[in-house]
Structure formats: C-alpha cells, structure tokens
C-alpha cells in the first residue's frame, strides 16, 4: 500500500514525463506551490537544460527552484507558457479546483493564466463530487477582513482567519468551511466581486486542462468530461 508521500511522489514524476513531452529548450515552465509540487520540482531539476527557466508561484517554490540550479524569471518578463504545473486541495469532475492551502492561491491564478495549459496533480483523495468540503481559502486585504468574513457568512460559509499566516502578497486569508459548491464559476465570480478580496481559491471560471491522479493502481488521466 503506497503511502500518500509514495502516492505524490509517483504523480510528480508522471507530470516530469508529460512536461518534458510539451516542453521546447526556449519553453518557460510555470510552477505551482504545495508538497506535491516540491516533488515535482525535485524531479524535473535532473532535466533543466531541456527548458529555458520556470515562473513560480510562490517564494518558496522559488527557493527550491533556484536552490536546484533552475532559473526563476518573473512573470513581467514573461508573455507565453505552455504549461502550468500544479496541485490542488480538490478537484471535481468538472476539473473546477478548490486551491490555496498553502496559501499561493493569488499568485497561482495570475501564473496559471498565462499558460497554455494547466496539470493539475494530485493524489486520488483530492478528487470529489462536490467542491467544498476542503475550506475554500479567500486572499483579504487586512482592513477588510471582518466586512468580507461576514459576506461569506452571507453566502452560508463559516470563514476562520488562518492565524499568524501572511501571503507572500502581505495579505491574510480566510478559511470558508461549510459551502457546498455545486455551481463553482458562479461561485467564484460572487467572492471575487467581494470589496476587498484578493482573490479566491476557487479555480473553476479557468479550471485545469488535465489532471494527473495518483492512485494505488497507478496514475490515471482526468480531463473536462471524462468520468473520475
Ligand atoms: C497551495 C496550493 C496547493 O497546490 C494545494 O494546497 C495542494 O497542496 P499539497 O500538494 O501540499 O497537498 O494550492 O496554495
């Protein structure tokens, strides 16, 4: 029985194969955050002279990337991406994304859309019906947390600071428990609208291209459509 690090691990290296088949020696890569993604980073540094540098989504994928001799450039450098590699917290059938649980939610969504194409990588616990059960994080400028914390109570949510936790944006997020998301771009459109949000962790207006789902039988494909 594989373990979940077994299981991130295996969907890392199947997201190094299926970039390196996209990738051109001129590409620039974009670069997601979270565990899953620190192993994908491992493994994609044996085969940095087959891109030309990635763009990061966070300091610390930064750090990593650098710290394994790949070349970070910053987005304003950048006007093309093919790929945009990624984890999630949740993904639904529809490959709309609960993201942002370890708190890039805002600098993943400008990154990811520059790319082309965006894979997802995940293990199969992450793969739900319905989004929400993860709570939904909200980037918030600090003077407006406690207007848009009641919003979301508004709209049937149950939003809890992330204590001690300040973006790489200097923002704070709010953890939104309790919604059941069954139309997320709607969803979506309505929390960013907020007064005051940043931005939401719901990716579902611009949803994964494809996901790679880890599995103790091995890792599967999902795409728009195709059955989980
Ligand atoms: C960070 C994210 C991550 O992709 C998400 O939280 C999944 O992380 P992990 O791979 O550690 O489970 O959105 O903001």
Same mark, same amino acid.
């Given at each position: 029985m594989l373990n979940q690090d077994e299981l991130k691990r295996n969907v890392a290296q199947a997201a190094v194969e299926y970039a390196l088949s996209c990738l051109q020696p001129d590409s620039v890569l974009g670069v997601g955050t979270g565990s899953t993604v620190d192993f994908f980073i491992d493994a994609i540094a044996p085969h940095r002279? %087959? +891109? %030309?540098a990635a763009v990061s989504s966070s300091e610390r994928s930064t750090a990593r990337l650098r710290r394994l001799g790949i070349t970070v450039l910053d987005l304003? *450098? !950048? *006007?093309?991406?093919p790929l945009y590699v990624d984890g999630a917290d949740e993904v639904d059938p529809g490959m709309s994304m609960i993201k942002g649980g370890g708190g890039a939610l805002t600098r993943e969504k400008i990154v990811a859309s520059v790319a082309r194409e965006f894979v997802c990588i995940v293990d199969e616990?992450? =793969? !739900?019906? =319905?989004? &929400?059960?993860f709570p939904l994080p909200v980037e918030v400028i600090p003077m407006a947390r406690n207007v848009v914390a009641r919003k979301l109570r508004e709209l049937g949510g149950e939003p809890r600071l992330r204590e001690g936790f300040v973006t790489d944006n200097g923002c704070e997020i709010l953890d939104v428990a309790g919604? %059941? =998301?069954? %139309?997320p771009a709607e969803m979506e459109a309505l929390i960013n609208n907020?007064?005051? !949000? !940043? #931005? #939401? &962790?719901? +990716?579902?207006i611009s949803g994964a291209n494809l996901a790679l789902v880890s599995t103790q039988q091995g890792v599967r494909r999902m795409s728009p459509g195709s059955a989980a």
């Open positions: 002279d %087959r +891109f %030309r304003n *450098e !950048v *006007e093309e991406m616990s992450k =793969v !739900v019906d =319905v989004l &929400g059960k919604l %059941r =998301v069954t %139309r907020i007064p005051g !949000v !940043v #931005c #939401c &962790g719901l +990716f579902a």
